[in-house]
Structures are given as structure tokens and as C-alpha cells.
């Protein structure tokens, strides 16, 4: 599992996504206090497929990008750069080959935060992203 979130990180790394939220990018939650637009990705699946000739190994992993931006165009942005990077992309994945990264579904929410100045509305899109690999 190691080997799939380095190559997520190294995919990401340098990107438009990442350019377009300052490089706030984190692995299963954002620091208290961190600025916004962010993402968050963590695993939320992970299932063995053996076909009796491969090892197939299923891993959604969820994106879930915030904005505290009135409008939607930030967040909207966040999610065209996120599909133009992952969607049907090639993972260099060590120890394993990639089949295939294929976006799953989007879920968006708007969630209530408390701010300093009081409280405030955040949107948050989660995108489940299915990423298959077999053992070398």
C-alpha cells in the first residue's frame, strides 16, 4: 500500500491541482488550522481480486477537496484539475503494474465550520477514484 500512495503523492506533486491549493495536499486529514482551499485523500477500500492467473489488487481512494469560496468556481476548478490529473491516468506504481485509475463518483456537501471570525461555510467534494494494480 506504501508503493500506491507514493505514486498518488508523486502524480500529484507539481500539478495544477496542487499549484491551485498551494500545495496543501494531505494524507488522511488536514492539520487544525490549515488555510484553505485543501485536499485530503485516504483509502477507503482496498480488495483482493485473485482471477486464479492474477493477483488484482482494488484501492478507492477518496479525494475530498474543500473551499471556503462563496461561489463554486475554486471548488469546481480543484475538481476539473483533480480528473485532468487522475482520471484513466498511468500510476507509476513500484513493486506492481497499474491497470488502471478510473473516477468513480463525486459526491459534494456544503458543511457549517466554526472560524475565528465566527462561523462559516465550507464546501467539500468527495471523488472516489478506483485504482486497480497486479503483483509484478
Known amino acids: 500500500m506504501n508503493n500506491l500512495l507514493a505514486a498518488v503523492m508523486t502524480r500529484i506533486a507539481g500539478s495544477a491541482l496542487s499549484s491551485r491549493v498551494g500545495g496543501r ?3 488522511d486529514e488536514a492539520p487544525q488550522g490549515t488555510e484553505y482551499p485543501y485536499v485530503v485523500f485516504s483509502i477507503v477500500t482496498g480488495t483482493p481480486e485473485d482471477t486464479f492467473l492474477d493477483y488484482l489488487d482494488e484501492t478507492i481512494i477518496q479525494f475530498s477537496l474543500y473551499s471556503i469560496s462563496p461561489g463554486v468556481a475554486e471548488i469546481a476548478s480543484m475538481y476539473a484539475d483533480l480528473k485532468t490529473l487522475l482520471d484513466w491516468s498511468v500510476m507509476p506504481i513500484t513493486a506492481n503494474y497499474h491497470i488502471w485509475t478510473m473516477r468513480q463518483n ?5 458543511e ?3 472560524a475565528p471570525d465566527g462561523t462559516a461555510g465550507i464546501r467539500h467534494w468527495a471523488v472516489d477514484y478506483s485504482i486497480m494494480t497486479e503483483k509484478k
Not at 106 to 110: D, H, I, K, S, W
Open 106 to 110: 463525486l459526491t459534494t456537501m456544503r
Open 112 to 114: 457549517d465550520v466554526t
Open 25 to 27: 495536499i494531505f494524507y
